[in-house]
C-alpha cells in the first residue's frame, strides 16, 4: 500500500461520483457559503479510515480544515465524535459520501478483525486477511484489517507464489507445481515466498518432501487432522489454516499449533459500521 496507491483510489472514486459536479450542493447552496460538521459514531467498536477521510477532503478541497478527537485504532462507543471538518459547504457535502462510505466499511472491517484477535489472544497464532476483496477497493480493506491489529496477507497475484488446488491439479500434482516453480523463479531472477496448500496429511508429507517451501496453507482440515498436520511439519516451515473458519472455530484451529489462520470473511461480508456526518 502507497501513498500512489491511495491517491489513485480517491480520485477514481470521486471521479465515479461526482462526475461533472455536485449538482445538487452547486443549485442550493451560495458558492461562497462555509459551514461545519461533525463526524457522528453511532456503533460500538474500532475506528477505522479517519486517515483517508483527510486525504478525501483534501483532494476535494485543499482549503477544508479538520479537527481531529480520535485516532484509527481506537475504541468507540455510540456518541463519540471523530472530527470536525470545516470551510466551504460544497465541498463539504461533495465529499461526504465518499468519505463516510470508507469509513463505515473500514470500522466494520477493524472491528471484526479485533474481536476475532480477542479469540485467538491466548495463542501465537496471527490473523491473516485473504485476496477475498472488493475489486479496486483492496487497498483500504487490507488497511483497514491492519488497522484492526490483523496481518495482510499477499496483496495480489504478484507478492507470493501462492499453489493451490487448481495450480496442483493443472500443472499434474504437487511435486510438479513446486519444481516448475522454483524452476520459473530461478529463470526469471525473482525472490518470491512459496506457499502451497495441502489438501490430506498425504500432500503434506509429499510437499516436505519437496521442500523449498515457506508455508503449508492446511485447507479445509479437522481439529484432530491440523494437530497432526502441525506435529509432522514442526519446525520445517509455516503453518496456516484455512477454508470456511469462524468465530466460533477460530480458537479451536488456532490451539491446535498454527502459525497463521486466514479469514476471508474479514473483508468478503462485513456489514457497515454506522457512521454520520450532521452539519453543525
Known amino acids: 500500500m502507497t501513498e500512489k496507491d491511495l491517491k489513485n483510489f480517491i480520485q477514481n472514486a470521486l471521479n465515479e461520483d461526482v462526475g461533472d459536479g455536485d449538482h445538487t450542493s452547486l443549485?442550493?447552496?451560495?458558492?461562497?457559503?462555509?459551514?461545519?460538521?461533525?463526524?457522528?459514531?453511532?456503533?460500538?467498536?474500532?475506528?477505522?479510515?479517519?486517515?483517508?477521510?483527510?486525504?478525501?477532503?483534501?483532494e476535494v478541497d485543499s482549503s477544508l480544515k479538520i479537527e481531529q478527537f480520535l485516532q484509527d485504532g481506537e475504541r468507540v462507543k455510540f456518541g463519540d465524535i471523530a472530527f470536525i471538518v470545516k470551510g466551504n459547504s460544497i465541498s463539504i457535502l461533495t465529499g461526504e459520501r465518499l468519505a463516510l462510505n470508507c469509513m463505515q466499511h473500514m470500522s466494520a472491517i477493524a472491528t471484526k478483525t479485533a474481536y476475532l484477535n480477542t479469540l485467538i489472544a491466548d495463542t501465537n497464532c496471527k490473523l491473516l486477511d485473504t485476496r477475498k476483496t472488493t475489486p479496486l477497493n483492496r487497498t483500504i480493506e487490507k488497511w483497514a484489517v491492519k488497522i484492526g491489529g490483523g496481518v495482510n496477507h499477499r496483496f495480489g497475484l504478484y507478492d507470493m507464489i501462492m499453489i493451490k488446488d487448481?495450480?496442483?491439479?493443472?500443472?499434474?500434482?504437487?511435486?510438479?507445481?513446486?519444481?516448475?516453480?522454483?524452476?520459473?523463479?530461478?529463470?526469471?531472477?525473482?525472490?518470491?515466498?512459496?506457499?502451497?496448500e495441502a489438501r490430506s496429511l498425504a500432500e503434506v508429507n509429499e510437499i516436505l518432501?519437496?521442500?523449498?517451501?515457506?508455508?503449508?496453507?492446511?485447507?479445509?482440515?479437522?481439529?484432530?487432522?491440523?494437530?497432526?498436520?502441525?506435529?509432522?511439519?514442526?519446525?520445517?516451515?509455516?503453518?496456516?489454516?484455512?477454508?470456511?473458519?469462524?468465530?466460533?472455530?477460530?480458537?479451536?484451529?488456532?490451539?491446535?499449533?498454527?502459525?497463521?489462520?486466514?479469514?476471508?470473511?474479514?473483508t468478503h461480508s462485513v456489514p457497515n459500521f454506522d457512521l454520520s456526518l450532521k452539519a453543525i
Open 166 to 196: 487448481n495450480h496442483i491439479d493443472f500443472s499434474g500434482g504437487i511435486s510438479n507445481a513446486i519444481q516448475k516453480t522454483k524452476t520459473y523463479l530461478t529463470d526469471n531472477n525473482k525472490n518470491l515466498d512459496i506457499i502451497v
Open 27 to 58: 443549485a442550493s447552496i451560495p458558492a461562497s457559503a462555509t459551514s461545519k460538521a461533525h463526524l457522528l459514531i453511532k456503533d460500538d467498536g474500532i475506528i477505522a479510515g479517519i486517515e483517508l477521510a483527510k486525504m478525501i477532503f483534501n
Open 209 to 266: 518432501a519437496k521442500g523449498g517451501v515457506k508455508r503449508i496453507l492446511l485447507d479445509n482440515f479437522d481439529y484432530k487432522t491440523t494437530k497432526k498436520a502441525v506435529e509432522i511439519i514442526g519446525n520445517k516451515c509455516q503453518t496456516e489454516s484455512s477454508g470456511g473458519i469462524t468465530e466460533e472455530t477460530i480458537a479451536k484451529y488456532a490451539k491446535c499449533g498454527v502459525d497463521f489462520i486466514s479469514v476471508g470473511a474479514l
